[in-house]
């Protein structure tokens, strides 16, 4: 049980949707890229997976625009893209990015590898990547869906249905009964940026939580955190070498209570405050599951972002170049 209890009813919800206000565009600084990766085709194959969905809301109102349900669902088309007959034996990597949608590194990182990595290892491996799980986050720039769920504790087929999780799981579910066996390694990108110090105290308190900002840790550098069902421990070591090249590791000796080991940080997956966690779903069809957290402000603007994107991308490319 999530001992945790929701303090939130509907009129918080709205109150906090109405603070909202539009930042960046799926259409022009996503899906325009995933439109250029179907014109590649083969070895790509960008298939759709649905739409988003207002969930019973008539429409939605926001930065001074009225969206309806149906103008709310053409906006949002969810895409991910395959490499490989699942069904062929090879190893199935999964990715995703973007499972909260402020966290824009692993959305970027994730185009990035279809860009410019995913052909070089067609051959070998079968791929599903997701690059932009949750767009309406995504452009809101926060960590929430429309209706106040964090998508990164909606992995779970018990709790309040969230689309941006649970279509999700429903192609990877299917994916993992085509291919006949667990996926090698799941990857989903995320970002612990400096922003968590003010974002994370209200999101604590509306479950009773009250923390402050100085409760908050920021590690200076990347981190990793690892399954601890695991199977190969040499995968996370692999990444860390990887990432290490392209920005600092974080110091710090423990981060959220685990001991911090050169970078990997290996979750129990037991904290009953995680549960729904992408990683936790993961590894129930993956042989190794990961999330990267990555410090974009290690550097001032536009280099940190820059370093944040390809952090992303060398954690893919750390399990590709080690197996
Ligand atoms: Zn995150």
Redo the contacts with the bound molecule.
Sequence with gaps: MDPRKDTWNESDKLEWLSKQRFQRSYAEQVLSRIDKLKQVGQPLQVKSYGKLTLQGRQQLVIDGATLTALEYEDRYPLYYVQVGDLANGKPSLIVTGG??GY?ESGVYGALEFLEKDVQEYADRFNFLVFPCLSPFAYEVNQ?WVHNAWDP?RSFDRSKPYVPESQLVMDVVDEARKLAGQDFIAAIDL??TPDRDKVMMPPQYQRYGINITSDDVLIPKGYYLISDIANEDPGMATAIIESVRKVTPIAPDPEIHGEKNIEGVVVSEGTDPTHRGLNQNYMKTLAKNAFTTEIYPEIHPEPRGSQEAIQAQRATILGVLRYL
């Design positions: 499972t909260h966290e960590r990164n995320h970002e």
